[in-house]
Nanobody, 125 residues
Framework: QVQLVESGGGSVQAGGSLTLSCAAS????????MQWFRQAPGKEREGVAS????????YYADSVKGRFTISQDNPKNTVYLQMNSLRPEDTAMYYC??????????????????WGQGTQVTVSS
């Protein structure tokens, strides 16, 4: 198993930036994919960015492409989500998630087996 703790959320105005962090512990050596997904009240989960840990290949939802960047710091077992040019529609609870699966046909599918408690991001217009 892996435990995930997110931090870095907050309230910003449209056009601003935030960086989310996800600290992983436990069986991190078995982690193949890490993901950030979000969920706003009354809406379905949306996978916004994923990264294959060993290759560093990244994937982004069209809604955030060019504005968000997922990255990793392997020695620290930490994954980041740099969010720029934030919009009110980015307002949601953001979760970090992990998967041990050796292959995912859709790395942005927001139903990984492990996720944290989430961190709130609120963007005002």
């Amino acid at each position: 198993q892996v435990q995930l703790v997110e931090s870095g959320g907050g309230s910003v105005q449209a056009g601003g930036s935030l960086t989310l962090s996800c600290a992983a512990s436990g069986d991190t050596q078995s982690t193949v994919y890490m993901q950030w997904f979000r969920q706003a009240p009354g809406k379905e989960r949306e996978g916004v960015a994923s990264i294959e840990i060993r290759s560093g290949i990244t994937y982004y939802a069209d809604s955030v492409k060019g504005r968000f960047t997922i990255s990793q710091d392997n020695p620290k077992n930490t994954v980041y989500l740099q969010m720029n040019s934030l919009r009110p529609e980015d307002t949601a609870m953001y979760y970090c998630a992990a998967d041990f699966a050796s292959y995912r046909r859709n790395p942005l599918d927001p139903y990984f087996p492990y996720w944290g408690q989430g961190t709130q991001v609120t963007v005002s217009s």
